[in-house]
């Protein structure tokens, strides 16, 4: 049985960007995760072991967004998807949406994003 684990709007604190006042003075990020897995075991024991911890994921993108720095958002992405599949063998896909709302562009708008997925690699 198929199943999705969403963790939505995660809000963190980065510097991240090509500009050189995003890199001094930083900006919140929002983080959307969508984790595709397999839940029919976790359904039937009830266990933790048998899922994704999103505690663990939580702390894996915090780590991520507030204590490494990257110029754009699809670095950033990639970078959370590759530590997200490597924290979490049980997840077979990541889905992602990183939303920058401070994008420095001289008007008025939501945020920008970037929106992305990948799937895990079959081990030969």
Not at 44 to 68: H, M, N, P, W
């Amino acid at each position: 049985m198929t199943g999705k684990i969403h963790l939505q709007n995660m809000v963190f604190y980065g510097y991240h960007g090509n500009l050189a006042e995003e890199n001094v003075l930083g900006q919140r990020f929002l983080i959307d995760l969508i984790l595709t897995l397999d839940i029919a075991e976790a359904g039937q024991t009830d266990r933790l072991d048998a899922t994704v911890d999103y505690q663990k994921v939580y702390g894996v993108c915090r780590q991520i967004v507030e204590k490494e720095r990257m110029r754009l958002l699809e670095a950033l992405a990639n970078r959370l998807i590759d530590a997200v599949l490597e924290a979490c063998p049980r997840v077979t896909r990541v889905d992602l949406t990183v939303k920058k709302p401070s994008a420095p562009l001289g008007g008025v708008l939501d945020y920008v994003a970037v929106e992305t997925g990948k799937d895990r690699t079959p081990s030969l």
